[in-house]
């Protein structure tokens, strides 16, 4: 079975920028995976930020921005900032109705 | 504003059934695809199902095929998720969420969520 994989944890300085990234154990990620990018701290719901690939859900700064890079899909965060800091995951769609999340990314602001 | 909310969590043994409610509000319910997605404790998120607007196509993780059911009611704007023969390792926070696009049933609008335990 095909696992969506993600950087387990990222550190990153206030105002730089940060990728994360979300690949498959096999093969490469492209826009036909739809890959979507979410945001969840402690306590609460996840929250999207990125859907098809590079659409930016409503309300979502525009310091959050998706992309393919390479065979990975890729979320930057462009001058972050203290409250970034959280849990970000992926998911994949893999056809037949099925989508896999990534295993999450815990993002450090420091 | 789109809103979702989720009942019916609660502790019940191994083996055991349970069904959750999504209600659904400030969209057209019968268009879009609705999933649930589940998150043990201390652990990412897992896809568990989805279904189609119209009710007629649903989708299943491999972990719970056969187990569970997933089903709509719009005339009740209503999402249901009815889990049988539960396990220690179905304990988990369940989300419902809507999707965004008509055609691309990823979860987009989020719920807060209901608590399950399986435990004796």
């Known amino acids: 079975q095909t696992v969506v994989t993600q950087e387990p944890s990222v550190s990153v300085s206030p105002g730089e920028t940060v990728t994360l990234t979300c690949g498959l154990s096999?093969?490469?990620?492209?826009?036909?995976?739809?890959p979507n990018w979410y945001q969840q701290t402690p306590g609460q719901a996840p929250r999207t930020l990125i859907y098809s690939t590079n659409i930016r859900s409503s309300g979502v700064p525009d310091r959050f921005s998706g992309s393919i890079l390479g065979n990975k899909a890729a979320l930057t965060i462009t001058g972050a900032q203290a409250d970034d800091e959280s849990d970000y995951y992926c998911?994949?769609?893999?056809?037949?109705?099925?989508?896999?999340f990534g295993g999450g990314t815990k993002l450090t602001v420091l | 504003e789109v809103q979702l909310l989720e009942s019916g969590g609660g502790l019940v043994q191994p083996g055991g059934s349970l069904r959750l409610s999504c209600a659904a509000s400030g969209f057209t319910f019968s268009s879009y695809a609705m999933s649930w997605v589940r998150q043990a404790p201390g652990k990412g998120l897992e896809w568990v199902s989805t279904?189609?607007?119209?009710?007629?196509?649903?989708y299943y993780a491999d972990s719970v095929k056969g187990r569970f059911t997933i089903s709509r009611d719009s005339s009740k704007n209503t999402l249901f998720l009815q889990m049988n023969s539960l396990r220690a390792e179905d304990t988990a926070v369940y989300y419902c969420?809507?999707?965004?696009?008509?055609?691309?049933?990823?979860?987009?609008?989020w719920g807060q969520g209901t608590l399950v335990t399986v435990s004796s």
């Open positions: 969420a809507s999707s965004i696009l008509l055609m691309v049933y990823a979860p987009g609008y």
């Open positions: 279904i189609s607007g119209s009710g007629g196509n649903t």
């Open positions: 096999s093969g490469s990620v492209s826009t036909s995976y739809y």
């Open positions: 998911v994949l769609y893999m056809g037949s109705g099925i989508w896999v």
